[in-house]
Each structure stands twice: as C-alpha cells, then as structure tokens.
C-alpha cells in the first residue's frame, strides 16, 4: 500500500476508530468511514487533510450498502464491535454476521487488504463475547484468506470505558459501585495487559503495510501486566479516592452480573457488570496463551505507552478537586 490508497473503515467513529482514522490519515491514505449517520460524523472530517476523509452511509445489516461503501477501495479495516448486548445489538449481529458481510463484500470488490479487530482470549469456548470474536475471525479468514486478524487486549485512552468507568467508580461507589464498593471479581487476581489506543491504531496501519502481516493473528498487549486489583489501586491513587474495594468471589459476581445485565437491557445506558464479563474474569488477558499467534512488536509497533504515562493525562478530572490537586499520600 503506498499513499493516496484508500482505505475503508467501518466503526470509525467509535473509540478506537478515531484513532486509526488520524493515523491513517497521518501517514497519506485517503480514507473513507462507513457509518449508519454521517450527518453525526462532523468531526471526523478534520482528522486529516481537505477532503482526504469522506464519510458514507452503510449499514452492516444491509450487504448493498457495505458493498457500495467499498466502491473503489485498496483495503478494509473492520471495528464494528460490541461487549454489550441490547435488542439488535447483540454478539452475533455485530461480532459475527457483520464481520462476515464486510469479508464477504471485500472478497467480492477483490480487496485483499483486510484488517479485522477481534479481541485477545477469542476462542471456540469459554465467554459468549469471546466466542462470537472467534467466529467473527474464522468468518474473515474464510472470505479473505490474506485478511489480518489484531487481538487487543483491553484498550485504554481518554474516552475508553475502561479506566474511566473504575474512576467514575472510585468517585461515587454507591451510584456506579457494589452497594458503595469497588467489587473485586475473583479477588482481582485476574491479570491483565491494557494497551494504548494510539499503539492499536499503529498497529493497525502496520498491519495493512506488512505484506507478512497478511493470513496471520496478532496479540496486542502493552508494556506491563497487571492483576484487575493493581489496576483498581492505580486508578485509586491516581483519582485520590479511596473507596473499600469488596472481594467478590466469581459464583456470587456471576448471578449478579446476570440481573444486572438484565436490568440494564431496559435502560438507555451501559451495564457496570455483565455475566459475561464475569466469566471473561476467570481468564487472565496477557498475550502469549496462544502459541499460534504473533505479537505488536512483530509489527514493528516497539515503543508502547504504559498505563502510568498515559492515565494521568485524564483521570485527573475524577479528583476531588480538579487537575492541581496535590494528591495524598495513601494511609
């Protein structure tokens, strides 16, 4: 691929999106987002050079617009994701059957270039969410042989729903928490490899410029591992709150996580917790399970954000007292 390819995203308006927009801009593609409400996707415009960012109307329920959306196209980068099911959203619409659709229309247009964003710990058992990601992989390598599969672990950055939901936590247990606490799902011994939005939009970029890159799976971890409960007691610290985190063994979180799940199905906004997420905890979320896969430095994405370097920039909104605060020392 070289400058001036274009380059078709579909959820580019999402979190992550955003991101591999700006950088696919950055380094020359023209870029086309699909999305089901352009008219809602004014910013995006501005992410890269006059006219060199277009957005088109497509929808991933309806093959003709995917395919008219690919008019013309050099490759494909798939984002359309969900962690939460709500009426038509839901693991298998989204995960599965609009991946396939965007494969398919791809294989169809000849667009061999594609980039299919899963998640890391996809597998044939274990979560609903992890299953449908597999599936949604083994649908993209059966359309498009030479598509590449990125497997993130969880993404962090300032709009992600990651540290910012623990903040929000940390700063009003009792309206975001457990009863007034910070749950500990399975003691908060889970590991975890959070990354960087910004180093999963490079890799991404890298993905579509690596001929060696095409046909194979990559896991994309940062630069450190951390269990559920460090990362808690850093978004803690980094916030100056200091809330009672409550060890929560998984058969009691399971159950709650349902209901929780089921009330919130009626409510306009996300879940705190979900069964699923519940089940995704008993598996740590570190690159290397899967000894058929590669890694982001295979890549060439070497120089990674820590979470350390990163999340002060924007959990500082969650202090007491604003930016300037000087945080305390724990007790």
Known sequence: MSAGDLVVVFGGSGFIGKQVVRALAKRGYRVRIAMRRPHLGADLRVMGDVGQVQLVQANVRFPQSIEAALEEAHAVVNLVST?????????ETLNVEAAQAIAKAAAKRGVKRVVQMSALGAAPKGARYARS?????????E??????ILRPSVVFGPE???LNR???????PWLHGMLGTMPLIG???TRLQPIFVGDVADAVVAALGMREAQGRIYELGGPQVYTFKQVLQLVCDETDRRPFMLPLAS???????LIVNWVFGLLPWDPPLTGDQVTMLRRDNVVGADANTRTITELGV???ESVEAIAPSYLWRFRPYGQFQTKQKPA
């Open 187 to 189: 003691g908060g011994k």
């Open 143 to 148: 359309a498009v042989p030479t598509a590449t």
């Open 160 to 162: 992600d729903t990651f």
């Open 302 to 304: 070497t120089s990674l």
């Open 166 to 172: 623990f903040a929000e936590m940390a700063r009003n």
């Open 133 to 141: 990601k597999y599936r949604g992989e083994r649908a993209v390598l």
């Open 251 to 257: 058969v009691i979180a399971q159950p709650i996580g």
């Open 83 to 91: 962690m939460y099911e709500k009426g038509n959203q839901n693991f």
